[in-house]
């Protein structure tokens, strides 16, 4: 399978996927380690290797305003542009010698719609990597009436970031930190790419963002307030979810306290209507910005949107930023 995003230039490929424009000698693959140089063409001998298939809750994604209460089958694949040190999902995003099982995108979506869930979530490693298929099945995926939700670094290029979210119903994306060099030395990433995705999937989209909390990182109150105020400035209705790290891979550095959280989501709350906290336990339920009526009730994964009718508070009408079947469902009537 040939992949798209690339140009050919002094015996080199120059994949133009993601930020890192790799140069591809004859033979070799870019850093992701899924894109391979082979007789002068940019070549995916990992398309739809999947290395994972599970039908999660649409929270674990975590998405709090996208069919609150659903499930979706969940497709990973291996490999990753970036080096995060703390990576949860490693044995996939920083090898490509997990074990996969091969599978079309017919083959996808027919399960998609056998599992009774609202759609698919490209998730688990870095799906952009594998844009080709994820495009493939998305298209396909819609024209049964299904969901497409993505869940990103958003080390993406704006070119090939306009064409997924267009084809993207939902996503949440990662915002690692506001440091620039935190970015590029120990993620090998590049925050500007991740902002200019951010901003174009909230042109397309419904978007959520994340931000995993590391201690002695990206824990101070001045750089969560920079991050609550960039997302505000694009739409203060748009969902942040404040996570707590966990020792991984090869960070050691002890868990991020419940306070540490919850210190921090006050602080986002200052410019953000529905501030999230992730990996901790507690109440995490979303209430009516203008009345403060319980909206939905969330106990783990089970989820009660009594509190709402259509989009809109069922006390006070007041529209709220969430997409459910019942919203969908008038919109297309
Ligand atoms: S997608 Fe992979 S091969 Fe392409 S530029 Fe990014 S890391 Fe390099």
Redesign the pocket.
């Known amino acids: 399978m040939t992949a798209r995003f690339y140009r050919q230039q002094n015996n080199r490929i120059h994949?133009t996927?993601?930020p890192?424009?790799?140069a591809?000698r004859e033979g070799s693959?870019?850093?992701?380690g899924?894109?391979l140089n082979s007789g002068g063409e940019l070549n995916l001998p990992y398309y739809g290797g999947a290395s994972a298939l599970a039908v999660d809750p649409i929270e674990k994604k975590p998405l709090y305003h996208f069919y609150p209460g659903s499930e979706i089958l969940s497709i990973g694949f291996v490999g990753c542009?970036l080096r995060c040190p703390f990576c949860q999902n490693y044995r996939i995003s920083q090898s490509t010698s997990a074990r996969t099982r091969r599978i079309s995108p017919e083959q996808l979506v027919a399960a998609a719609r056998d599992s009774g869930s609202i759609g698919i979530a490209y998730t688990y490693n870095e799906p952009i990597?594998h844009i080709e298929f994820v495009l493939e099945s998305a298209r396909l995926a819609r024209r049964h009436g299904l969901q497409n939700v993505l869940v990103t670094s958003g080390q993406v290029n704006p070119e090939p970031a306009e064409e997924l979210f267009c084809a993207m119903d939902g996503t949440n994306i990662d915002l690692k930190s506001f440091n620039e060099q935190f970015y590029r030395r120990e993620l090998a990433g590049d925050l500007a790419s991740v902002k200019e995705a951010i901003r174009i999937a909230a042109a397309h989209c419904h978007l959520e963002i994340t931000t995993l909390v590391i201690p002695g990182k990206n824990d101070g109150s001045a750089e969560i307030e920079a991050m609550a105020r960039f997302i505000a400035d694009l739409r203060p209705t748009i969902p942040y979810h404040l996570s707590a790290y966990y020792p991984a891979y090869r960070y050691v550095t002890e868990s991020t306290s419940p306070a540490t959280i919850e210190r921090l989501a006050a602080v986002a709350r200052r410019h953000l209507a529905f501030v999230y906290s992730g990996n901790v336990s507690g109440a995490n339920h979303t209430d009516c910005p203008a009345c403060g009526r319980r909206l939905i009730e969330r106990s783990g994964y089970h989820v009660c949107s009594a509190g709402l009718a259509g989009r809109n508070c069922i006390a006070c009408g007041t529209p709220i930023a969430v997409v459910t079947a019942a919203a969908a469902d008038s919109a297309g009537g």
């Open positions: 994949c996927l993601c890192h424009n790799c591809i693959s870019g850093l992701c899924v894109r542009p990597i």
